[in-house]
């Protein structure tokens, strides 16, 4: 079965301009996922759906992030106005629920460069 | 705060050495998920180990949930430059899977 897909993989803009960031789940996985991971830290959780509802943003810094996943499918995060310290490599994985256990496929990422 | 502390961050080996990654918390978790990233990849899941005491093989990986289901391990036997990438361990917590992620081992295996 095809795996997570994201684009672009790389994307370098300019503090205080936007970005978006799309992700294609494994089909069938109704649970979706966005993390951050800056260089040498382990991934961060930034935003959960549950088919096309949100079930965790805590995390997701709403003055600038925002993300949707409207047919419960692809989803789209984007970074409006964008920080130096967004800089950071952005995966989105995709799960579903086998015997009470998630188990998550990531995509690639894509890394993003603010300067 | 970081809810799961990884050991060591940093390990660089000869090829045939064994090594022990841990992965500790004061937290309970339902599962404990080990993954293996390369560099440009997304991290790849090795194994999901879910009862207290578990112990999971994965030919010369051998990983262990704790008893109280708050720390795990990871044991590589004869490591191979193959085996060089970062190591994740990942608490599953809360509803819909939700993972917190330790901060990584970063593995060298040198030929």
């Known amino acids: 079965e095809a795996g997570v897909a994201q684009s672009p993989r790389y994307k370098i803009i300019e503090k205080r301009q936007s970005v978006a960031f799309w992700c294609n789940p494994i089909s069938g996985h109704a649970t979706l996922y966005w993390y951050q991971q800056i260089l040498g830290q382990g991934p961060k959780l930034l935003i959960q759906?549950?088919?096309?509802?949100?079930?965790?943003d805590s995390q997701l810094p709403k003055d600038r992030f925002s993300a949707e996943r409207l047919k419960g499918v692809d989803s789209t995060l984007k970074i409006q106005p964008a920080k130096l310290e967004d800089s950071a490599v952005y995966l989105c994985a995709s799960s579903r629920n086998s015997g009470g256990t998630y188990e998550q496929y990531f995509g690639p990422g894509t890394r993003l460069t603010v300067t | 705060t970081q809810l799961l502390e990884q050991s060591p961050q940093f390990l660089s080996i000869q090829e045939g050495e064994n090594l022990t990654v841990y992965c500790n918390s004061s937290?309970?978790?339902?599962?404990l998920q080990w993954y293996r990233q390369e560099p440009g990849e997304g991290p790849v899941l090795l194994v999901t180990?879910?009862?207290?005491?578990e112990v999971k093989k994965l030919k010369r990986l051998t990983f262990q949930f704790g008893d109280a289901r708050k720390d795990s391990s990871l044991h590589i036997t004869a490591a191979q430059p193959g085996d060089t990438g970062l190591y994740l361990c990942?608490?599953?917590?809360?509803?819909?899977?939700?993972?917190?992620f330790g901060q990584g081992t970063e593995l060298s295996v040198k030929p």
């Open positions: 937290s309970v978790f339902s599962s």
């Open positions: 759906f549950q088919n096309n509802g949100v079930v965790d």
């Open positions: 990942a608490g599953e917590r809360g509803q819909g899977g939700k993972l917190i």
């Open positions: 180990v879910v009862t207290g005491g």
